[in-house]
């Protein structure tokens, strides 16, 4: 309804952000009534305390609940304001709103890219989380909204054929001696970085590369600054008309008398054929193409848009001798071996001023035959154009004709003709009656003066049945005797449905017999008609399937994909790996394999605000264009580094050991941590001083501590408060500041992400808002939150956390219980100790360190079991961290038995020391819930392999220990012993904690253990 969502626009100021969380809140995980959009520190009309989604203003109606009556009082209120609004300005609410979402769209895309690119695209001090992993293709850093950049790089570096060439490229020897003006002043300086570039693309240590110095040569070019985003379509055009001019110099050194051949040309560009009728005169024009533009509004899929752009005007005209009709056809002479296709996605809209986005769906094939296109085909083209011609005006007076028999009707209600004849017939078949429906009713009823209109059947009722006998002359009295709305009865003879009043049995039988004859006659002909309409459009799909028509294949290489507005948005690309054939997602740092189903999704469009903006297609019996090289002497495929000229050999090592030089650093700097923990940790416990009342959370930061990194997130709010209230003192900022934090974290709380990306991480509030904590709780912390020290960094700032400040201790002892407080507090932090002692414990898993990872996996098992004990969403996966532990201990057991098996003293003695002081204290956790079935079974193959020893011939010695061993290992108590201390944890901010929860949890996806 158009209304409600204006006033929710409204009641947001514009924010299309704030506006969604309005209208969505009632579907978060555990909305508490009116709380989770709207709920405020104490009772309305006190003035120290803060409103979070406030209703301060009267117009302002709560449209997040159930309540009918709320909703038709804000659809009135609405309509009032938006009559109002057209009487002062003649500009309706619709075009309003339109324009506000758009602006808000806008905004709110170009604020977000400045915001989170400084999060996303910071390295992390950590070089082992940019270490390239085996063979993964390698990420291009985003350096300032240069996604752009990075999808377009990304497809032309995986097109071997073109990568060869770049690296390859020599600058002309007589460089010195050409004329530097601008265009060659910028040329080669772009090829030569864009060389480096492939080159540690190829060859380089590091998960992803920087390509600052070839983007500052594009942004000159462009005359553009870091926050402005560029259109894929315009970068592609001005790279490849660098690249060819680059060639074109060198081509033109090597000519040696001969038309020099540009490689670019021949690579990317094409010709066709211009054949035409203008004003009656015939005309053909060759012409060279690059880029080939397509119109995506109004077609529905490649092949469509195709057949609008290689026809304009009448083309009937173009057969006919006589004519002043105008128009023309293209015809592919000569197709590229890359060929790329531009979808015009970005229309201006004329009545607001500014582009917008097309978000239609169009569909695109993986392989695409473009025989129908040709210039040599065109006469059987033209042929079988004139054919779907036909047979399209032919579907077109089917498909009119189904339509009668389904919406059958002269009125605005139309219904099948099937289910009309039916409803005849049922009516007809009904059991016939001889009354009025309302005879009955009527032959008791008074005249319609004699009820007052004030009586009620409920005051009726209440007058008694003794009212029925006393005889009276009062109108009143009477208008009560007769009551025939409480006291009439449906006879029990009367039927639910209307029916014939007289019909005779040959009537009948008559109607009957026409009416099922008529309805299989409709029946036949609806199916009839049904399958002519499938058998023509399967004609039509069929048409240019014939063995002629599939001789110019081109396989699908990248897709290009916008997500955003016409003005903002971020760029990624989908690239088929030829030699694994599988598709990879390439977006910024971030290289990962996909699906077509995936592409599909973010590509086609309709489904979100992502659709392709590019199409790169290559000839599919090229197969130069994607051929691995061969050393000439031993004919073997050379790979990475071997590919590479000598000189960019050379510049990848030295670049390589810069990288390796960053990693012993590391390496040694955490080998100096790890031996001054061990010399603290040597320190008598007595000797350590814990500041009193400051709550411990191994080496955690402190709730305080915690707080610096919600500094960028207050800041946001702040800043988004003080755009849209510039005017307002510093508690109304901050009321809106809050507001803004508070919807945010409402809407991370409310999404179901993938389970690497756990948005409880990110805030203590997100947690609390999915657990239901108290109101007054999530209210408090989002008060410490503003008013946190961090914020005294700048003036405004300072200001709204003075006011923060000061709201906080005016709030008395009793409106906050200080002791539940904490113990939220106290939860969140042992949830954040949890996950690290789970993510620790994974990556040595990962690592095979299963020594290592088991301690702290044992800890992560316990500590979640404990959390989830409150609350369903208070811990993590209990059978992923039950299945890690489980594992582990399996194949300790099995190092263990295998140590014990070697026979050597020493190896034998470790194995038991694994068993003994590693293996048998955690039996009991896994015996102490039977509902586990798996740790069962785990325990009872461990205590298998160890009891098969006893009929094997072995040594006395290991008898004996094997002796001794048994018994404890077979001990079915279910006692838990105590462990040793928990495990150090590192310490890590919030930022570096998703990092690598993320990580670990997409590498158990890729990696699954046995059985998960």
Same mark, same amino acid.
């Given at each position: 309804?158009?209304?409600?969502?204006?006033?929710?626009?409204?009641?947001?100021?514009?924010?299309?952000?704030?506006?969604?969380?309005?209208?969505?809140?009632?579907?978060?995980?555990?909305?508490?009534?009116?709380?989770?959009?709207?709920?405020?520190?104490?009772?309305?009309?006190?003035?120290?305390?803060?409103?979070?989604?406030?209703?301060?203003?009267?117009?302002?109606?709560?449209?997040?609940?159930?309540?009918?009556?709320?909703?038709?009082?804000?659809?009135?209120?609405?309509?009032?304001?938006?009559?109002?609004?057209?009487?002062?300005?003649?500009?309706?609410?619709?075009?309003?709103?339109?324009?506000?979402?758009?602006?808000?769209?806008?905004?709110?895309?170009?604020?977000?890219?400045?915001?989170?690119?400084?999060?996303?695209?910071?390295?992390?001090?950590?070089?082992?989380?940019?270490?390239?992993?085996?063979?993964?293709?390698?990420?291009?850093?985003?350096?300032?909204?240069?996604?752009?950049?990075?999808?377009?790089?990304?497809?032309?570096?995986?097109?071997?054929?073109?990568?060869?060439?770049?690296?390859?490229?020599?600058?002309?020897?007589?460089?010195?001696?050409?004329?530097?003006?601008?265009?060659?002043?910028?040329?080669?300086?772009?090829?030569?970085?864009?060389?480096?570039?492939?080159?540690?693309?190829?060859?380089?240590?590091?998960?992803?590369?920087?390509?600052?110095?070839?983007?500052?040569?594009?942004?000159?070019?462009?005359?553009?600054?870091?926050?402005?985003?560029?259109?894929?379509?315009?970068?592609?055009?001005?790279?490849?008309?660098?690249?060819?001019?680059?060639?074109?110099?060198?081509?033109?050194?090597?000519?040696?008398?001969?038309?020099?051949?540009?490689?670019?040309?021949?690579?990317?560009?094409?010709?066709?054929?211009?054949?035409?009728?203008?004003?009656?005169?015939?005309?053909?024009?060759?012409?060279?193409?690059?880029?080939?533009?397509?119109?995506?509004?109004?077609?529905?899929?490649?092949?469509?848009?195709?057949?609008?752009?290689?026809?304009?005007?009448?083309?009937?005209?173009?057969?006919?001798?006589?004519?002043?009709?105008?128009?023309?056809?293209?015809?592919?002479?000569?197709?590229?071996?890359?060929?790329?296709?531009?979808?015009?996605?970005?229309?201006?809209?004329?009545?607001?001023?500014?582009?917008?986005?097309?978000?239609?769906?169009?569909?695109?094939?993986?392989?695409?035959?473009?025989?129908?296109?040709?210039?040599?085909?065109?006469?059987?083209?033209?042929?079988?154009?004139?054919?779907?011609?036909?047979?399209?005006e032919y579907l077109t007076v089917l498909q009119q004709r189904l339509e009668r028999y389904l919406s059958y009707g002269s009125g605005p209600k139309r219904f099948p003709l099937v289910?009309?004849?039916?409803?005849?017939?049922?009516?007809?078949?009904?059991?016939?009656?001889?009354?009025?429906?309302?005879?009955?009713?009527?032959?008791?009823?008074?005249?319609?003066?004699?009820?007052?209109?004030?009586?009620?059947?409920?005051?009726?009722?209440?007058?008694?049945?003794?009212?029925?006998?006393?005889?009276?002359?009062?109108?009143?009295?009477?208008?009560?005797?007769?009551?025939?709305?409480?006291?009439?009865?449906?006879?029990?003879?009367?039927?639910?449905?209307?029916?014939? @009043?007289?019909?005779?049995? *040959?009537?009948?039988?008559?109607? =009957?017999?026409? !009416?099922?004859? &008529?309805? #299989? +006659?409709?029946?036949?002909?609806?199916?009839?008609?049904?399958?002519?309409?499938?058998?023509?459009?399967?004609?039509?799909?069929?048409?240019?399937?014939?063995?002629?028509?599939?001789?110019?294949?081109?396989?699908?290489?990248?897709?290009?994909?916008?997500?955003?507005?016409?003005?903002?948005?971020?760029?990624?690309?989908?690239?088929?790996?030829?030699?694994?054939?599988?598709?990879?997602?390439?977006?910024?740092?971030?290289?990962?394999?996909?699906?077509?189903?995936?592409?599909?999704?973010?590509?086609?469009?309709?489904?979100?605000?992502?659709?392709?903006?590019?199409?790169?297609?290559?000839?599919?019996?090229?197969?130069?264009?994607?051929?691995?090289?061969?050393?000439?002497?031993?004919?073997?495929?050379?790979?990475?580094?071997?590919?590479?000229?000598?000189?960019? @050999?050379?510049?990848?090592? *030295?670049?390589?050991?810069?990288? =390796?030089?960053? !990693?012993?650093? &590391?390496? #040694? +700097?955490?080998?100096?941590?790890?031996?001054?923990?061990?010399?603290?940790?040597?320190?008598?416990?007595?000797?350590?001083?814990?500041?009193?009342?400051?709550?411990?959370?191994?080496?955690?930061?402190?709730?305080?501590?915690?707080?610096?990194?919600?500094?960028?997130?207050?800041?946001?709010?702040?800043?988004?408060?003080?755009?849209?209230?510039?005017?307002?003192?510093?508690?109304?900022?901050?009321?809106?500041?809050?507001?803004?934090?508070?919807?945010?974290?409402?809407?991370?709380?409310?999404?179901?992400?993938?389970?690497?990306?756990?948005?409880?991480?990110?805030?203590?509030?997100?947690?609390?808002?999915?657990?239901?904590?108290?109101?007054?709780?999530?209210?408090?912390?989002?008060?410490?939150?503003?008013?946190?020290?961090?914020?005294?960094?700048?003036?405004?700032?300072?200001?709204?956390?003075?006011?923060?400040?000061?709201?906080?201790?005016?709030?008395?002892?009793?409106?906050?219980?200080?002791?539940?407080?904490?113990?939220?507090?106290?939860?969140?932090?042992?949830?954040?100790?949890?996950?690290?002692?789970?993510?620790?414990?994974?990556?040595?898993?990962?690592?095979?360190?299963?020594?290592?990872?088991?301690?702290?996996?044992?800890?992560?098992?316990?500590?979640?079991?404990?959390?989830?004990?409150?609350?369903?969403?208070?811990?993590?996966?209990?059978?992923?961290?039950?299945?890690?532990?489980?594992?582990?201990?399996?194949?300790?057991?099995?190092?263990?038995?295998?140590?014990?098996?070697?026979?050597?003293?020493?190896?034998?003695?470790?194995?038991?020391?694994?068993?003994?002081?590693?293996?048998?204290?955690?039996?009991?956790?896994?015996?102490?819930?039977?509902?586990?079935?798996?740790?069962?079974?785990?325990?009872?193959?461990?205590?298998?392999?160890?009891?098969?020893?006893?009929?094997?011939?072995?040594?006395?010695?290991?008898?004996?220990?094997?002796?001794?061993?048994?018994?404890?290992?077979?001990?079915?108590?279910?006692?838990?012993?105590?462990?040793?201390?928990?495990?150090?944890?590192?310490?890590?901010?919030?930022?570096?904690?998703?990092?690598?929860?993320?990580?670990?949890?997409?590498?158990?996806?890729?990696?699954?253990?046995?059985?998960?």
């Amino acid at each position: 309804d158009i209304q409600v969502l204006q006033q929710a626009l409204k009641d947001s100021n514009g924010n299309l952000e704030l506006a969604v969380a309005f209208l969505t809140a009632k579907n978060a995980k555990v909305p508490q009534q009116e709380e989770a959009t709207y709920y405020q520190t104490a009772l309305p009309g006190n003035d120290r305390y803060i409103s979070v989604g406030s209703q301060a203003d009267t117009n302002v109606i709560d449209l997040t609940g159930d309540d009918k009556d709320d909703l038709q009082r804000a659809i009135a209120l609405s309509l009032e304001e938006s009559n109002r609004a057209f009487r002062e300005t003649g500009i309706t609410d619709e075009e309003q709103a339109i324009s506000r979402v758009l602006e808000a769209s806008i905004a709110e895309n170009k604020a977000s890219l400045k915001r989170t690119h400084p999060e996303v695209w910071s390295d992390s001090p950590n070089p082992y989380d940019r270490k390239r992993q085996d063979d993964c293709p390698v990420g291009l850093k985003n350096v300032g909204n240069t996604c752009w950049f990075s999808a377009v790089i990304q497809s032309l570096f995986n097109l071997l054929e073109f990568r060869r060439l770049v690296l390859n490229f020599n600058a002309p020897a007589n460089a010195q001696d050409l004329p530097r003006n601008q265009k060659e002043h910028r040329n080669l300086p772009f090829m030569r970085e864009l060389r480096y570039l492939f080159a540690l693309l190829v060859g380089s240590k590091r998960k992803y590369v920087d390509p600052s110095r070839a983007v500052e040569i594009l942004k000159d070019a462009f005359k553009s600054n870091d926050s402005q985003q560029q259109d894929v379509s315009e970068f592609t055009h001005k790279l490849l008309d660098w690249l060819e001019d680059a060639f074109q110099i060198k081509a033109e050194e090597e000519r040696d008398g001969e038309k020099p051949k540009n490689p670019m040309v021949e690579l990317f560009y094409g010709r066709f054929l211009a054949v035409g009728v203008l004003e009656g005169k015939k005309f053909e024009n060759t012409e060279m193409f690059g880029q080939y533009p397509l119109q995506v509004n109004g077609f529905k899929d490649l092949h469509e848009c195709l057949e609008a752009a290689m026809i304009e005007g009448e083309i009937e005209s173009l057969h006919s001798e006589n004519s002043a009709k105008s128009g023309q056809e293209h015809w592919f002479t000569e197709l590229p071996p890359v060929l790329t296709f531009e979808l015009s996605r970005f229309e201006f809209n004329q009545a607001l001023g500014r582009p917008e986005k097309i978000h239609n769906k169009l569909e695109f094939p993986p392989i695409l035959y473009l025989d129908r296109y040709m210039h040599k085909n065109r006469e059987i083209t033209r042929i079988k154009r004139d054919e779907i011609k036909r047979l399209r005006e032919y579907l077109t007076v089917l498909q009119q004709r189904l339509e009668r028999y389904l919406s059958y009707g002269s009125g605005p209600k139309r219904f099948p003709l099937v289910d009309v004849l039916q409803y005849a017939l049922e009516f007809a078949s009904s059991k016939p009656v001889c009354t009025s429906p309302v005879d009955d009713l009527d032959a008791s009823a008074p005249s319609s003066g004699t009820l007052p209109a004030q009586t009620t059947p409920s005051t009726i009722e209440q007058q008694g049945p003794s009212s029925s006998d006393v005889p009276s002359t009062s109108p009143v009295q009477r208008s009560v005797i007769h009551k025939p709305f409480t006291q009439s009865r449906i006879p029990p003879d009367l039927p639910m449905h209307p029916a014939p @009043r007289h019909i005779t049995e *040959e009537e009948l039988s008559v109607l =009957e017999g026409c !009416l099922h004859r &008529w309805r #299989t +006659e409709v029946e036949n002909d609806t199916r009839d008609l049904q399958e002519s309409i499938s058998r023509i459009h399967r004609t039509i799909e069929l048409m240019y399937s014939d063995k002629t028509m599939v001789q110019v294949p081109y396989r699908l290489h990248a897709v290009l994909v916008h997500e955003g507005q016409a003005n903002a948005g971020h760029y990624w690309a989908y690239i088929y790996d030829h030699h694994q054939n599988r598709w990879m997602k390439y977006n910024d740092i971030s290289v990962t394999k996909s699906t077509w189903e995936e592409l599909e999704r973010d590509s086609f469009g309709g489904y979100r605000n992502a659709s392709a903006y590019c199409l790169m297609y290559i000839n599919d019996k090229e197969q130069y264009l994607m051929q691995e090289e061969f050393n000439k002497e031993t004919g073997q495929i050379l790979v990475g580094m071997d590919t590479l000229p000598s000189d960019l @050999r050379d510049y990848v090592k *030295e670049d390589n050991k810069r990288f =390796e030089k960053e !990693l012993e650093e &590391w390496d #040694t +700097e955490l080998a100096q941590k790890a031996q001054q923990e061990k010399l603290l940790s040597q320190i008598p416990r007595s000797q350590k001083t814990i500041q009193a009342g400051e709550p411990e959370y191994l080496e955690q930061p402190s709730r305080t501590d915690l707080s610096k990194h919600l500094k960028e997130d207050s800041v946001q709010a702040i800043n988004k408060a003080l755009s849209e209230q510039e005017d307002r003192g510093p508690e109304a900022i901050m009321d809106m500041a809050i507001k803004l934090e508070y919807t945010r974290l409402l809407k991370l709380a409310q999404e179901d992400p993938p389970p690497e990306c756990d948005y409880r991480l990110r805030h203590a509030i997100v947690y609390f808002i999915q657990n239901q904590a108290p109101k007054k709780i999530i209210e408090r912390t989002l008060l410490e939150q503003f008013g946190d020290h961090n914020l005294s960094f700048d003036e405004r700032c300072r200001n709204i956390m003075k006011v923060a400040q000061a709201k906080l201790e005016m709030i008395k002892p009793d409106e906050v219980n200080m002791e539940e407080y904490e113990r939220w507090h106290q939860d969140y932090r042992n949830f954040r100790e949890t996950t690290m002692f789970l993510m620790v414990g994974l990556e040595f898993f990962q690592k095979k360190s299963y020594m290592e990872a088991l301690l702290y996996l044992i800890y992560a098992y316990q500590n979640n079991k404990e959390l989830l004990s409150k609350g369903p969403y208070r811990g993590h996966d209990e059978e992923l961290i039950s299945h890690y532990r489980r594992e582990c201990l399996l194949k300790l057991n099995e190092h263990a038995a295998a140590l014990f098996e070697s026979g050597d003293d020493q190896e034998v003695n470790n194995g038991l020391i694994i068993m003994n002081e590693l293996i048998v204290p955690c039996l009991p956790l896994l015996l102490v819930d039977e509902m586990e079935e798996k740790d069962i079974v785990a325990v009872e193959d461990m205590r298998n392999r160890w009891c098969s020893y006893l009929g094997q011939e072995m040594e006395p010695n290991l008898q004996e220990k094997l002796t001794d061993f048994l018994p404890k290992l077979l001990d079915c108590s279910t006692e838990i012993k105590g462990f040793s201390d928990p495990p150090k944890l590192p310490s890590y901010s919030t930022h570096e904690l998703c990092e690598r929860y993320a990580r670990i949890m997409l590498s158990l996806s890729r990696t699954p253990a046995d059985g998960r």
